[in-house]
């Protein structure tokens, strides 16, 4: 069966994924414009040239560029007004912020963060308050639904 717009850019962002070293979450995103075409794909991991201790999940959290961030380093602000971001976790606060300047109207995430680690209720708060609509993708039916917010 053809996925739908946003079912193709989650299996986008689950292939860019592959790419990271991090043991803990492999994350990948991809940024459409609004015509639904590719303005970037990104993972995260270090910075080129940098070795990351990836068991020190602390110390090297603070040092990892996040798969948002990576794919909008091809993009430019005129390709990304009013485009949208699939991403294979819900983005964390600070990449919102980062997708806020660029004018993204939408994320399509799949994943769930570890509400243990990342406080979710402030990455629902940074969304609405940069109006971005979060979207949860469903593969068991390639669908998307408003996030709880």
Same mark, same amino acid.
């Not at 990342?118 to 593969?139: E, F, K, M, P, Q």
């Given at each position: 069966?053809?996925?739908?717009?946003?079912?193709?850019?989650?299996?986008?962002?689950?292939?860019?994924?592959?790419?990271?070293?991090?043991?803990?979450?492999?994350?990948?995103?991809?940024?459409?414009?609004?015509? $639904? =075409?590719?303005?970037?794909?990104?993972?995260? &991991?270090?910075?080129?040239? @940098? %070795?990351?201790?990836?068991? *020190?999940?602390?110390?090297?959290?603070?040092?990892?560029?996040?798969?948002?961030?990576?794919?909008? $380093? =091809?993009?430019?602000?005129?390709?990304?007004? &009013?485009?949208?971001?699939? @991403? %294979?976790?819900?983005?964390? *606060?600070?990449?919102?912020?980062?997708?806020?300047?660029?004018?993204?109207?939408?994320?399509?995430?799949?994943?769930?963060?570890?509400?243990?680690?990342?406080?979710?209720?402030?990455?629902?708060?940074?969304?609405?308050?940069?109006?971005?609509?979060?979207?949860?993708?469903?593969?068991?039916?390639?669908?998307?639904?408003?996030?709880?917010?």
């Amino acid at each position: 069966m053809r996925p739908s717009w946003f079912g193709w850019g989650i299996g986008l962002a689950r292939a860019a994924s592959m790419r990271s070293e991090d043991p803990f979450y492999q994350v990948g995103a991809v940024m459409f414009r609004p015509n $639904r =075409t590719v303005a970037g794909v990104g993972y995260n &991991g270090a910075p080129a040239g @940098v %070795t990351l201790e990836w068991q *020190a999940r602390d110390e090297r959290r603070a040092k990892v560029i996040h798969a948002e961030v990576n794919a909008l $380093r =091809t993009a430019t602000l005129t390709d990304m007004y &009013g485009g949208y971001c699939c @991403v %294979t976790h819900i983005s964390c *606060a600070p990449c919102l912020t980062v997708m806020a300047s660029y004018k993204i109207a939408t994320v399509v995430y799949e994943d769930m963060l570890d509400p243990l680690v990342y406080d979710v209720d402030l990455i629902r708060s940074v969304a609405r308050t940069c109006g971005i609509t979060l979207l949860a993708y469903n593969r068991e039916d390639d669908s998307v639904r408003q996030d709880s917010v």
